[in-house]
């Protein structure tokens, strides 16, 4: 549940403002003027809060909600109960996401550490570094020589900026945060234990030893990416490591050297992409999902969770298992193991039927 302490909620909006705002149809026109004050999941909501069903394996708390109203698709209305208000879209989690935000806008970026305004006198900032109007640098952060920071963006507690780096206009770097050797666009998030621009595993083993190969390339992080906690970026070794426009990258993920992720891909939590793989636009990958050097996944393509991916995968295709291979191919190959287990089995059963009558 919510918490005044941590996010403050907008005012009490009513149900007709509330389709004006996520584009829903509200379906009973006499409940224009119902105040909706809160949004809340499905088992949760009370008399004065909105919610949303787009599952319908959660059916059952969909009839027992005691919410006010519930965004839904249309091919759903009817399973929802008579006593909650149906706004019908055909996204329902946008529209709840919409109408959460206009409650909570200040839960989409992390708030600051530190409470006054502009650089803190606890940073060290280098006095070659360049800041624009309205940047706040909160306390024991430091910004090495040559920094560029843009207008209205934030350096959290305890960030290290290394020489050199730029960040544009109006990104949030969360606390704890270290960038070397990378150029940050416009309104990006870092989250809290970053670590972006570091080397890259470059070596040349050899029976003399594993010979270090310098990794002397940048992170280019392109606007409106979001960087979850403690995820690693490397550097690239003779070229940049690019992270796509848009693209949002959970916690604990590892992102080799050279590698080349597109616009507006989604990279779940635990995923590691070996050095100089290329990912197209619009790519999903599924939690703790691997994928090795030098493999390129086409633009749309979708890779399942705990997949291992040691092939190129082409434009819009799922691939999952382990190696990935296409998911239909995968779940056929599973139905053909189970098939043969269960059989062996019968098969095992039977002759242990045999030999104890033979026995006898």
């Not at 070996?274 to 999903?284: A, L, N, W, Y």
């Not at 819009?316 to 098939?339: D, F, M, N, V």
Request: aromatic share 4%; charged share 20%; with cysteine.
């Amino acid at each position: 549940m919510t918490d005044p302490v941590f996010f403050d909620k907008q005012a009490s909006i009513t149900l007709d403002q509330i389709a004006v705002l996520t584009g829903a149809i509200l379906a009973d026109q006499a409940q224009t003027g119902r105040v909706i004050s809160g949004v809340a999941p499905l088992d949760r909501a009370g008399p004065d809060d909105a919610t949303y069903f787009d599952n319908r394996r959660l059916g059952a708390k969909l009839a027992a909600t005691q919410a006010a109203a519930c965004f839904i698709a249309e091919r759903d209305v009817l399973l929802a109960p008579p006593t909650t208000v149906v706004l019908v879209t055909p996204a329902p989690d946008r529209a709840f996401a919409a109408l959460t935000t206009y409650f909570y806008p200040e839960a989409l970026r992390p708030k600051p550490i530190a409470e006054e305004p502009g650089a803190s006198a606890a940073a060290h900032i280098s006095a070659t570094a360049q800041l624009e109007a309205d940047v706040s640098v909160e306390p024991g952060a430091v910004v090495a020589s040559g920094v560029e920071i843009g207008n209205g963006s934030r350096i959290g507690a305890g960030t290290v900026l290394g020489p050199g780096v730029r960040i544009g206009r109006n990104t949030i770097v969360s606390a704890g945060v270290t960038i070397v050797c990378a150029l940050i666009g416009d309104r990006v998030i870092i989250h809290p234990g970053a670590r972006i621009g570091q080397d890259g595993f470059g070596f040349v083993p050899g029976s003399a030893g594993h010979l270090k190969v310098p990794q002397i390339g940048r992170v280019i992080i392109q606007d409106d990416v979001e960087i979850g906690a403690n995820t690693t970026i490397d550097r690239g070794s003779n070229r940049d490591t690019i992270i796509g426009e848009g693209t949002k990258i959970d916690n604990l993920v590892q992102i080799g050297h050279n590698v080349a992720v597109g616009r507006h891909c989604l990279i779940a939590g635990q995923v590691g992409i070996s050095g100089s793989v290329t990912i197209g636009d619009f790519v999903m990958l599924g939690g703790g999902a691997g994928i090795r050097d030098h493999v390129t996944v086409g633009d749309g393509a979708k890779i399942a969770a705990v997949a291992a991916v040691h092939a190129n995968v082409p434009a819009g295709e799922t691939w999952g298992g382990y190696p990935a291979i296409p998911l239909e191919k995968w779940y056929s190959q599973k139905r053909a193991l189970q098939r043969l287990i269960r059989r062996d089995s019968l098969e095992g059963d039977s002759m242990k039927r045999k030999d104890d009558s033979d026995g006898k």
